[in-house]
């Protein structure tokens, strides 16, 4: 038996105005950080202009995912389209990998004959995009706790936060000093600090698209509750998995004691697992003491 109740909004289909206001943000400042990076020759800024790019590719990418994962099931979908943000979650993480390589490479090439850097200009430019960033970051923070697509679109900016604080390191230091090397050092150090936080948004992407067991589920002590449950003597092929973030579901069978009701118990199971696990769809096998299953799986 099976309990569904009517879909609800995913995590980040209720954050989404904050979604569109970074994203405006994000669009302005990205063209005036292209013209002024090639305007500086500084690798350092149009790294950032890069990372802003993606931002906006992401961000609009993770607003179009929400709006299709909004879209109500059909029978061809039975469980809708939520995993749409969790595909674009996966495709900001490889496209920010793909970057960060790309400007690691660009670094190394910079490291053989660096080239004269506009370090003023670069710096005004470069505080600017700090200050967007730190809007934008301080709009998606709390709303990325919920979602792993806004998470997605979380670490973009703050990544890019990084890079604008790197960048105005680079250009205090070339200001000062005229060493155009820190142009690429900086680049070089902002590629590899970005990369492991991507890494692990990747990683939990691809477990949700694996169906392997939320992070906010322990599902050992799930399984240990259901067992205690009065009126049931076994449990086994227990499966919990996300269809989005913050939104798990489950299925299980039950064996039963032949002195308790089936509907009785269904609903004590399905209150209990509601109300004291993050599951909002479950499926319930009742089976009585002695059925034979071919195969059990955990």
Do not use: C
Not at 105 to 122: G, I, W
Not at 134 to 153: H, P, Q, V, W, Y
Not at 261 to 270: C, I
């Amino acid at each position: 038996m099976e309990n569904i109740p009517t879909q609800a909004p995913s995590a980040a289909s209720q954050r989404k105005k904050s979604l569109l206001i970074v994203l405006a943000l994000s669009g302005i400042y990205l063209i005036a950080e292209v013209i002024g990076g090639i305007i500086t020759n500084s690798l350092a800024l149009l790294a950032d202009a890069a990372h802003m790019l993606t931002d906006v590719v992401g961000l609009l990418l993770a607003f179009i995912a929400i709006k299709i994962g909004e879209k109500k099931a059909d029978p061809s979908r039975t469980y809708g389209y939520y995993r749409t943000e969790i595909l674009a979650a996966v495709v900001n993480a490889v496209v920010l990998l793909g970057i960060s390589v790309y400007v690691l490479f660009e670094a190394y090439q910079r490291f053989q004959n660096p080239p004269e850097v506009q370090s003023k200009s670069m710096l005004i430019v470069a505080g600017i995009g700090l200050v967007v960033n730190i809007i934008g970051m301080m709009i998606l923070r709390k709303d990325s706790e919920g979602s792993l697509n806004m998470k997605g679109a979380y670490f973009e900016v703050l990544s890019d936060m990084l890079t604008s604080v790197g960048v105005m390191i680079a250009g205090v230091i070339m200001l000062t000093s005229g060493w155009y090397y820190a142009d690429p050092l900086i680049s070089a150090a902002i590629g590899l600090l970005i990369f492991p936080r991507t890494w692990r948004l990747l990683k939990e992407a691809i477990n949700v698209l694996l169906e392997g067991t939320p992070n906010d589920i322990d599902i050992h002590e799930l399984r240990k509750v259901l067992e205690q449950t009065q009126g049931v003597s076994n449990v086994h092929d227990l499966h919990v998995w996300s269809l989005t973030s913050s939104v798990n579901a489950m299925s299980v069978h039950i064996v039963k004691n032949k002195d308790v009701s089936q509907n009785q118990l269904l609903k004590t199971l399905t209150e209990t697992t509601v109300n004291n696990f993050k599951i909002s769809h479950t499926t319930f096998q009742i089976e009585e003491e002695g059925y034979e299953e071919k195969e059990v799986h955990l």
